[in-house]
């Protein structure tokens, strides 16, 4: 694995994101890493443009200073984030100050090579152009006090959509999650009622008319916006369908908010005039509400193709978001088909009794649940979980998910390779940490291994796997990646490809069939047409999946022992061979040939092959967890990989280190 990539940095910028292969490749030429130290100045305010910025490792905080040298912050930037383009973009001096907080690496392009850049991707201009002209300096209007915003259009093709109370909810949890500034902009034809002040128990609201006398004067706009006791704001508009100005006046307006507020929000009308569509062409993000009924769901995928092909929207801005207030009797597969593309999220079906503002008043319903990783997903505020292999060793995940639990830490996507998948997966099907714990009881005694372990003719591999699937079928039935209550990746490595797999659909158990299937051990899982065995081969500890998914904050669980322990285990087994039979192996009556096959597989083939993948594995581990902000490493000194009856110790440990870590992860997730 390239520990730091270019390419996978390039991939994971939205600017670059849907370039073509040969385009990220001339990008990828002209880019370099520069490391800055703690405190580092990158660039001042008043100097001239000098390079394209975007932070790998580390922090940067933008920043301005008043004529007595006072510092304002405008915003701190963390891994993904690119800065220094709108003085690429106008040749203009630097408005604000950019300075490492911490040692930081960053990814730069020179000013010249952009500019070539900009002259052989011409799609690329094109797109900053469109996405930043509201940006470029409205100084003389008023004084910028933010460093970047993102304006969300929320719509819908029909009313009725739930379309309200979704953009209400996600601007309450955009400001809780993020604590940044949020406002929403609640537009109607004239003659319509605005429901949101009373929604935010405001009954008092100045409506800005678009089509009236004074609507040329955007900075009129600040009379007109309410601050609620919510932290939101919100500011309420009329406009005439026929009057093509009102689209110029609230483009001048928002381009005044983008320097107060970090998210703006439109809620617009289900209408399907020009004015409204105008409006959508000019968000950064556009998300589309549908139920999951049939015809629903092609009148939004009509809608996406006309946005499409009439307005060149761009495929990335469009989500499609699928509110459940009707029961489906479609499968997740079935709506995919209808719509045409994947869906962004989905809405549980919320009772027509529940409050308006259910991110506040009922925080720990499925509806808020779902807004919450939507909020926390555009505020690239994301937690992602990495529960890494290790066979026994992998019962300390166990500990680790009790303290999560206990300590209300958010998680909101998880990736697990080998054992790691299999607890992931049951956590994320509703099972608590202590129902897990419960389970991994069942192998009470070192002999209750057997209960997984079925010898096979070593064609492909020595255990045929039939016990661990009935083994994960006792305990996740038929149950699907579309039946967890957050984001599930499973790892597995592809035999034919000889490269990682990242699985997140179709039945569980499959997926941790194969991303158990250990080399040499178990024969490789056959899922569709391919050929799949341990994701611990290739991935021990998945943070890059992550990574390349846009997760900012990683914890990465590590229970592999470093290389030390196990050559130190290694030599043990080694004089275990030479000095006889193993004690705890004895039998007072002679053993049986199927009982001294058992013997030799579990003495000779399964320590062996398991020691020597070991030692590989804490190696690959070790580097894939410098791209974690916090790796958990329980001391699992004293315990063996094969001690499955001991997980209550394991699981101990786990917990042991978490809690030392606690402040650690919780200055992550908070920051």
């Given at each position: 694995?390239?520990?730091i990539s270019k390419e996978l940095i390039l991939k994971e910028i939205p600017l670059f994101a849907e370039l073509s292969d040969e385009e990220i490749g001339l990008i990828r030429e002209?880019?370099?890493?520069k490391e800055y130290k703690k405190g580092q100045a990158i660039y001042q305010e008043g100097s001239s443009p000098?390079?394209?910025?975007?932070?790998?490792?580390?922090?940067?905080?933008i920043f301005?200073?008043?004529?007595s040298?006072?510092?304002?912050?405008?915003?701190?930037?963390?891994?993904?984030?690119y800065f220094g383009i709108i003085s690429l973009l106008t040749d203009e001096t630097h408005s604000v100050s950019a300075e490492a907080i911490n040692d930081s690496l960053l990814l730069e392009i020179k000013k010249e090579d952009f500019d070539l850049i900009l002259k052989k991707v011409p799609g690329l201009a094109v797109d900053l152009s469109r996405t930043l002209s509201r940006r470029l300096k409205r100084k003389d209007i008023h004084q910028k006090t933010i460093f970047e915003s993102t304006v969300i259009s929320v719509f819908s093709s029909y009313s009725r959509a739930g379309k309200t109370l979704y953009a209400l909810n996600l601007s309450l949890a955009l400001k809780k999650e993020t604590h940044k500034s949020v406002v929403i902009l609640d537009l109607l034809p004239e003659g319509a009622s605005h429901s949101l002040p009373k929604k935010l128990d405001s009954e008092c609201m100045r409506i800005f008319n678009l089509s009236g006398s004074g609507a040329d004067d955007p900075s009129a706009i600040k009379d007109f916006i309410l601050r609620t006791a919510f932290g939101l704001d919100v500011a309420c508009f009329y406009y005439r369908p026929q009057d093509s100005s009102c689209v110029k006046r609230l483009i001048a307006i928002i381009s005044i908010l983008v320097n107060d507020y970090h998210y703006i929000l439109l809620d617009l009308p289900s209408a399907m005039d020009r004015p409204v569509f105008d409006i959508l062409n000019q968000s950064d993000l556009i998300h589309l509400l549908t139920s999951p009924e049939p015809v629903d769901l092609g009148r939004t995928r009509h809608l996406v193709e006309r946005l499409r092909q009439e307005f060149s929207f761009q495929e990335e801005k469009i989500k499609v978001i699928i509110n459940e207030y009707k029961l489906s009797k479609l499968a997740h597969e079935e709506q995919t088909d209808l719509l045409g593309r994947q869906v962004f999220a989905t809405l549980p079906r919320i009772e027509l009794s529940a409050a308006e503002r259910l991110v506040l008043d009922e925080p720990h319903s499925e509806y808020s649940r779902a807004i919450r990783r939507i909020a926390?997903?555009?505020?690239?505020c994301l937690v992602g979980l990495v529960l890494g292999v290790g066979v026994g060793y992998g019962f300390c995940h166990i500990g680790v998910l009790r303290v999560i639990e206990e300590e209300k830490i958010p998680v909101d996507v998880i990736v697990?390779?080998?054992?790691?998948?299999?607890?992931?997966?049951?956590?994320?099907?509703?099972?608590?940490?202590?129902?897990?714990?419960?389970?991994?009881?069942?192998f009470k005694e070192p002999k209750h291994i057997w209960?997984?372990?079925?010898?096979?003719?070593?064609?492909?591999?020595?255990?045929?796997?039939s016990k661990l699937q009935r083994f994960l079928k006792k305990h996740l039935d038929n149950k699907t990646f579309y039946d967890v209550r957050l984001p599930l990746k499973i790892i597995a490595s592809d035999v034919r490809r000889k490269e990682p797999r990242v699985l997140d659909k179709g039945p569980l158990v499959d997926a941790i069939m194969a991303s158990c299937a250990m080399p040499g051990v178990f024969a490789p899982f056959k899922l569709s047409e391919d050929m799949l065995f341990d994701g611990g081969v290739i991935n021990p500890l998945p943070t890059e999946p992550l990574l390349k998914m846009g997760v900012k904050k990683i914890i990465a669980v590590n229970v592999t022992p470093s290389r030390e322990d196990i050559l130190r285990q290694y030599d043990r087994l080694k004089e275990k061979m030479t000095a006889g039979p193993v004690p705890e192996l004895k039998k007072e009556k002679r053993p049986g040939p199927g009982e001294r096959i058992k013997n030799i597989f579990r003495v000779n083939i399964l320590d062996f092959i398991f020691s020597s993948i070991e030692i590989l594995q804490s190696e690959v581990a070790k580097k894939e967890g410098q791209l974690a902000d916090v790796v958990l490493h329980p001391d699992t000194s004293g315990l063996y990989w094969l001690d499955l009856h001991r997980s209550e110790e394991f699981a101990r440990r786990g917990e042991e280190e978490a809690r030392r870590n606690l402040d650690k992860i919780r200055q992550v997730i908070n920051e």
């Amino acid at each position: 694995m390239e520990l730091i990539s270019k390419e996978l940095i390039l991939k994971e910028i939205p600017l670059f994101a849907e370039l073509s292969d040969e385009e990220i490749g001339l990008i990828r030429e002209r880019a370099y890493l520069k490391e800055y130290k703690k405190g580092q100045a990158i660039y001042q305010e008043g100097s001239s443009p000098s390079a394209f910025y975007c932070v790998v490792t580390g922090r940067v905080v933008i920043f301005t200073r008043d004529l007595s040298g006072n510092r304002t912050v405008l915003e701190y930037l963390h891994r993904g984030k690119y800065f220094g383009i709108i003085s690429l973009l106008t040749d203009e001096t630097h408005s604000v100050s950019a300075e490492a907080i911490n040692d930081s690496l960053l990814l730069e392009i020179k000013k010249e090579d952009f500019d070539l850049i900009l002259k052989k991707v011409p799609g690329l201009a094109v797109d900053l152009s469109r996405t930043l002209s509201r940006r470029l300096k409205r100084k003389d209007i008023h004084q910028k006090t933010i460093f970047e915003s993102t304006v969300i259009s929320v719509f819908s093709s029909y009313s009725r959509a739930g379309k309200t109370l979704y953009a209400l909810n996600l601007s309450l949890a955009l400001k809780k999650e993020t604590h940044k500034s949020v406002v929403i902009l609640d537009l109607l034809p004239e003659g319509a009622s605005h429901s949101l002040p009373k929604k935010l128990d405001s009954e008092c609201m100045r409506i800005f008319n678009l089509s009236g006398s004074g609507a040329d004067d955007p900075s009129a706009i600040k009379d007109f916006i309410l601050r609620t006791a919510f932290g939101l704001d919100v500011a309420c508009f009329y406009y005439r369908p026929q009057d093509s100005s009102c689209v110029k006046r609230l483009i001048a307006i928002i381009s005044i908010l983008v320097n107060d507020y970090h998210y703006i929000l439109l809620d617009l009308p289900s209408a399907m005039d020009r004015p409204v569509f105008d409006i959508l062409n000019q968000s950064d993000l556009i998300h589309l509400l549908t139920s999951p009924e049939p015809v629903d769901l092609g009148r939004t995928r009509h809608l996406v193709e006309r946005l499409r092909q009439e307005f060149s929207f761009q495929e990335e801005k469009i989500k499609v978001i699928i509110n459940e207030y009707k029961l489906s009797k479609l499968a997740h597969e079935e709506q995919t088909d209808l719509l045409g593309r994947q869906v962004f999220a989905t809405l549980p079906r919320i009772e027509l009794s529940a409050a308006e503002r259910l991110v506040l008043d009922e925080p720990h319903s499925e509806y808020s649940r779902a807004i919450r990783r939507i909020a926390r997903q555009l505020g690239d505020c994301l937690v992602g979980l990495v529960l890494g292999v290790g066979v026994g060793y992998g019962f300390c995940h166990i500990g680790v998910l009790r303290v999560i639990e206990e300590e209300k830490i958010p998680v909101d996507v998880i990736v697990g390779s080998s054992i790691g998948a299999l607890i992931a997966s049951l956590w994320v099907t509703g099972r608590s940490s202590s129902e897990i714990l419960e389970i991994a009881r069942e192998f009470k005694e070192p002999k209750h291994i057997w209960n997984l372990i079925d010898l096979t003719f070593p064609l492909l591999g020595f255990i045929k796997g039939s016990k661990l699937q009935r083994f994960l079928k006792k305990h996740l039935d038929n149950k699907t990646f579309y039946d967890v209550r957050l984001p599930l990746k499973i790892i597995a490595s592809d035999v034919r490809r000889k490269e990682p797999r990242v699985l997140d659909k179709g039945p569980l158990v499959d997926a941790i069939m194969a991303s158990c299937a250990m080399p040499g051990v178990f024969a490789p899982f056959k899922l569709s047409e391919d050929m799949l065995f341990d994701g611990g081969v290739i991935n021990p500890l998945p943070t890059e999946p992550l990574l390349k998914m846009g997760v900012k904050k990683i914890i990465a669980v590590n229970v592999t022992p470093s290389r030390e322990d196990i050559l130190r285990q290694y030599d043990r087994l080694k004089e275990k061979m030479t000095a006889g039979p193993v004690p705890e192996l004895k039998k007072e009556k002679r053993p049986g040939p199927g009982e001294r096959i058992k013997n030799i597989f579990r003495v000779n083939i399964l320590d062996f092959i398991f020691s020597s993948i070991e030692i590989l594995q804490s190696e690959v581990a070790k580097k894939e967890g410098q791209l974690a902000d916090v790796v958990l490493h329980p001391d699992t000194s004293g315990l063996y990989w094969l001690d499955l009856h001991r997980s209550e110790e394991f699981a101990r440990r786990g917990e042991e280190e978490a809690r030392r870590n606690l402040d650690k992860i919780r200055q992550v997730i908070n920051e």
